[in-house]
C-alpha cells in the first residue's frame, strides 16, 4: 500500500485531516513534470485565478478496535492508523485512491523522454 508517510502516526497521537482542494480553469496549481521554476512562472502568469476549498475534518484519533478491525491494512499499527486517515479523506474530499508514487510518474516521465 502506497500511503501516507510513517511521520505523523508514529507516535498513534491523534491528528487533524486537513483537505485542500483547487479549482483551476487552465493552469493546475499540483506541482509534477515540469521543473519548479516555470511552473511558478506558468502559474503566475495566469489570470484566470485558482478556487481554493479547504476541510478540517474532526480529529482522528487511533484506538484499538480500528487495530483490530483493519489489521490487514499494515503490518505495524501507524500503517493502519494512516490507511484509516487516507481512507476517510478520500471519501470525503470524493478522491479516487491510487498507489501510484512520485517517484512512478518521473520514471513515466523519462521513459517519455527516452531517457
Known sequence: MVGFKKGAFAGLKTV????VKYKWKSVAPTW?????IQ????????FEGIEVEL???PPFKP??????THKEQGKEKWEVFAWAV????????GFKLTDQTNYDK????DFMRGK
Open 55 to 57: 476541510y478540517r475534518l
Open 86 to 93: 487516507r481512507q476517510a479523506m478520500a471519501e470525503h474530499g
Open 32 to 36: 509534477e513534470g515540469i521543473p519548479f
Open 16 to 19: 487533524q485531516p486537513i483537505i
Open 63 to 68: 484506538n484499538d478496535y480500528l487495530f483490530e
Open 106 to 109: 518521473c520514471q513515466y516521465k
Open 39 to 46: 511552473h511558478t512562472h506558468i502559474l503566475c502568469s495566469s
